[in-house]
């Protein structure tokens, strides 16, 4: 049964530290999108992929956040150093064809 | 920028009733999807409307797409305590297959 596989499932650290977030995509899916969802919020387009190339990460803060694909079984996105307003819950997703496919979510907590 | 909207934002519902939640974006698109969300958990994918005038059904949810109007409905049949949920939509950015998710509807349904 494919699906997106994301760890951490939950990350409570302080503020300032280091945090990564791992994302497995679905195999033979070509694109990967990394999503932030808050109450405030909703759902945000943080950055994406196509073919392991970074496409749009214009709703990501540049100053702490870094998106990359390492290979085609790895997205990563980095914090650091993290802030109280960065706790939210994180959700991977790939496709293939226009629908994507959601992993269960990293839910980030910064004290 | 594409911008999409839901309404209502909460919906509270009888079980038996029908109602319609509206979907509506800012720019042309010919791909919508409508997704579920349950408390704590991940985004389900529940349809795919690829075209002006497509209509799918799936148990008591029934979806269309009008890329005339910029409008996608997802109708509730006899509702049912089991149907209570987030229902998204997102539609497609164009070229880019950035998909841009609604605020969201939260659904509940009582007895």
């Known amino acids: 049964d494919a699906r997106v596989t994301q760890t951490p499932r939950h990350k409570v650290t302080e503020m300032g530290q280091e945090v990564t977030m791992r994302c497995q995509p679905i195999?033979?899916?070509?694109?990967v999108f990394w999503y932030r969802q808050t109450m405030m919020q909703g759902l945000e387009l943080l950055a994406y992929?196509?073919?392991?190339?970074?496409?749009?990460d214009s709703g990501m803060p540049k100053d702490r956040f870094s998106a990359e694909m390492p290979d085609a079984t790895l997205a990563t996105l980095k914090i650091q150093p993290s802030e109280p307003r960065d706790s939210a819950v994180y959700f991977c997703?790939?496709?293939?064809?226009?629908?994507?496919?959601f992993g269960e979510g990293s839910r980030l907590t910064v004290l | 920028e594409l911008k999409v909207e839901q309404n209502p934002l909460f919906l509270s519902m009888q079980e038996g009733k029908n109602y319609t939640i509206y979907c509506n974006y800012s720019t042309t698109s010919d791909r919508l999807y409508w997704y579920r969300q349950d408390p704590g958990k991940s985004l389900e994918s529940l349809f795919v409307?690829?075209?002006?005038?497509a209509v799918k059904q799936e148990g008591r949810l029934m979806a269309s797409l009008d890329t005339k109007a910029r409008l996608s409905t997802l109708h509730i049949t006899a509702a049912v305590h089991d149907l209570s949920a987030t229902y998204f939509c997102a539609v497609d950015g164009g070229a880019t297959d950035k998909l841009i998710f609604g605020t969201g509807t939260r659904l509940q349904v009582f007895p």
């Open positions: 195999l033979g899916h070509n694109t």
């Open positions: 992929f196509r073919n392991r190339a970074p496409l749009d």
């Open positions: 409307l690829l075209s002006n005038g």
């Open positions: 997703a790939s496709g293939k064809t226009g629908e994507l496919f």
